[in-house]
């Protein structure tokens, strides 16, 4: 697309990629690399949630305690956690205004997005091992 | 003029090049919220925000799960309480078509369907997509619940 428009980046700019945030697009480049792992991950798990539908307190255990169905259950909590919290971060940025606010909103946002994971693994955890 | 820096998405330019000062894209002011195109990517931002609600419930269930028998009846219980079925139904929706807009998304950052028609095509793929993919899954869930 940008073809025959002459780039305003320095070269050095440009090898470091980096920008004004200092981070370069290493925010966005980890919420495609979830969304795509994720895709996999939401089908498989929609099809288990259908098959635990009814399913009582033995049948649900049984199934996590299963050790592939155990690690798929933590790479889906992993990587949804991980994909949320840096969802809800460009959402907040986008909507909140004041600076203090805003990173205590997106601070509170990633630390309990880590609590919400760390319960979720131990929890399947304690199930599977 | 302040100093935020976001000051500076309020520089926009006439056709004929002059500068006036106006929300560049995306702005809530500058988009007819009924048409397709902003319609769809406002959902996008909403239903993954309200898929928060499906990762608090999975997390609820876990815990409850490895907490006994006694914490797995109650979140049982709502999920089989009309509230309970309600937020999970709403889930689905917004699961599947969070999934397959997000996928649009993804087409979009490799460079794919960017023409006004493919726009429009693959945002009523997602449409009907969605429909389609809640109707299966709570059709199959219901079979297993039963059954
Ligand atoms: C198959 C699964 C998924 C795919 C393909 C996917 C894809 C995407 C993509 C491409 C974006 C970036 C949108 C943009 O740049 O404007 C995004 C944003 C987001 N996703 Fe997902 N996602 C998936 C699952 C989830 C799940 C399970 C959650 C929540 C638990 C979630 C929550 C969010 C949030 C909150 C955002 C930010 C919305 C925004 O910036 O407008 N996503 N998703």
């Not at chain 1, 798990?45 to 199934?63: D, K, N, P, Q, T």
């Not at chain 2, 689905?92 to 993804?106: C, E, K, Q």
């Amino acid at each position: 697309m940008a073809e025959g428009v002459k780039r305003l980046q320095t070269p050095l700019g440009r090898v470091r990629g980096l920008g004004s945030a200092r981070s370069g697009t290493h925010h966005w480049w980890m919420q495609r690399v979830t969304s795509i792992a994720l895709v996999p991950l939401v089908v498989w798990f929609a099809a288990a949630a259908i098959g635990l539908a009814g399913a009582g307190y033995e049948a649900s255990a049984a199934f996590v305690a299963d050790p592939v169905n155990a690690v798929l259950l933590l790479l889906l909590v992993g990587v949804t956690l991980h994909h949320l919290a840096a969802g809800l971060q460009v959402v907040i940025e986008d909507y909140v205004r004041a600076e203090g606010v805003r990173l205590a909103a997106v601070w509170g946002v990633k630390a309990a997005c880590l609590v919400l994971g760390l319960f979720a693994a131990v929890a399947i955890l304690r199930i599977a091992v | 003029m302040s100093n935020d820096s976001r000051e500076a998405l309020m520089v926009g330019r006439r056709s004929d090049g002059s500068v006036v000062r106006r929300p560049l894209s995306p702005h809530l002011q500058a988009y007819d919220m009924l048409q397709m195109s902003s319609l769809l990517s406002i959902l996008h931002r909403a239903s993954g925000v309200a898929l928060t609600a499906g990762v608090l419930l999975l997390v609820w269930w876990l815990v409850a799960l490895a907490s006994g028998p006694a914490a797995f009846a109650a979140v049982q219980w709502f999920l089989g309480s009309f509230l309970g079925l309600l937020v999970l139904f709403g889930v689905t929706v917004a699961g599947w078509y969070h999934t397959l807009a997000g996928i649009r998304h993804l087409a979009w950052d490799a460079g794919y369907g960017f023409r006004i028609e493919q726009m429009y095509r693959s945002g009523r793929l997602v449409v009907i997509g969605t429909a389609v993919l809640t109707l299966l899954t709570w059709v199959l869930a219901i079979v297993a619940w039963v059954s």
